[in-house]
């Protein structure tokens, strides 16, 4: 298992070197001169000389990207002041601290995705599992129909709509906002349960058709069958055997798609107004940002490909064979 778990720890970080050095040259060596976008408006070539000094912009783009790197490890000194690590610079749009703003947004993100995954999860696992359960009968293809709606919904549509009724025409709740959890538990809860419900809705959806399709292929392989012809009950066989092997597909996307959400919701944290990584990243792309976005995308795929070691560890735990691979 630790050796399972080491081949894909060093591979994750060679991915990540690899998306680093690609994001990197992608901003950093644009026929575009960085140092305009952290000048402004009013640059001078005396002003662009000395942010090209204090950026170490006037170095080869190679040796720019060894100091980024050693930066995240060791920290950095700038114009600004010693940067320690994990140091991704300063913002071009405000001067502050890359990494200092990320974990100032990162909460809001934690408590957007933690809450969603435990209604999409839950809802849309147990749904799938009951039309499962109840394959071709009315329940069936209500949960069918339903999830096919559903899914066809986007965020940036459900969410205004919900907020003109259940916010400003009826009153039931209020203005979606993040509190933290240990300041206010109840301001948290209800400052966040509409942009659960709307994020979870096309997620749900998903879930949904996943956990049934998977379920109902589960109870066909040969394994269930011969349980069925010893004569165990149909709840023993759909719970011990049939609902372990539907898990693995339903673990691929989870892990995934909680690693996204950790990188930062963009539609539906703009959508309400959510101080989180996706607002964030929404307006370092519209400020050019370069810094700033850079950081969030580092910040993203590194929890995306880490999600994906925790899905490699739990595939090894509920097939072993995955292990010998």
Request: charged share 15%; net charge positive; aromatic share 14%.
């Amino acid at each position: 298992m630790l050796r399972f778990l080491f081949r894909r720890s060093l591979g994750a970080i060679v991915i990540l070197l690899i998306i680093s050095a690609f994001t990197f040259f992608l901003f950093f060596a644009a026929p575009r001169d960085p140092a305009l976008l952290a000048c402004g408006k009013n640059c001078t070539p005396d002003a662009i000389a000395v942010i090209h000094k204090n950026l170490g912009l006037d170095k080869p783009v190679p040796v720019q990207y060894w100091e980024f790197m050693s930066g995240i490890v060791t920290g950095r000194d700038f114009a600004q002041g010693p940067c320690p690590a994990p140091c991704f610079g300063y913002s071009f749009a405000n001067g502050d601290p890359v990494w200092d703003t990320i974990v100032d947004r990162f909460p809001t993100t934690i408590s957007l995705t933690i809450g969603a995954a435990a209604v999409f999860l839950t809802v849309g696992v147990g749904t799938g599992m009951i039309a499962a359960w109840k394959q071709g009968k009315m329940i069936d293809k209500l949960f069918s129909s339903a999830s096919l709606v559903l899914s066809s919904m986007q965020i940036y549509f459900v969410g205004p709509i919900v907020l003109a009724v259940l916010v400003y025409n009826l009153g039931w709740f209020g203005q979606p906002k993040y509190v933290p959890f240990f300041d206010d538990p109840v301001g948290w809860f209800l400052g966040l349960i509409i942009p659960w419900c709307v994020l979870s809705i096309i997620f749900t959806a998903q879930y949904t058709r996943m956990s049934r399709s998977s379920m109902i292929e589960q109870l066909q392989e040969d394994h269930v069958r011969t349980a069925r012809a010893k004569g165990m009950t149909s709840r023993r066989v759909f719970f011990r055997y049939a609902w372990r092997g539907s898990l693995i597909p339903i673990v691929t996307i989870f892990g995934i798609d909680l690693g996204s959400l950790f990188g930062g919701a963009m539609i539906t944290e703009y959508t309400f107004a959510l101080p989180g990584l996706g607002t964030l990243a929404v307006k370092s792309v519209q400020n050019t940002d370069l810094p700033m976005t850079m950081g969030v995308m580092l910040f993203a795929a590194t929890f995306i490909i880490l999600f994906n070691i925790v899905v490699d560890a739990c595939y090894a735990f509920i097939d072993p064979r995955v292990r010998l691979s």
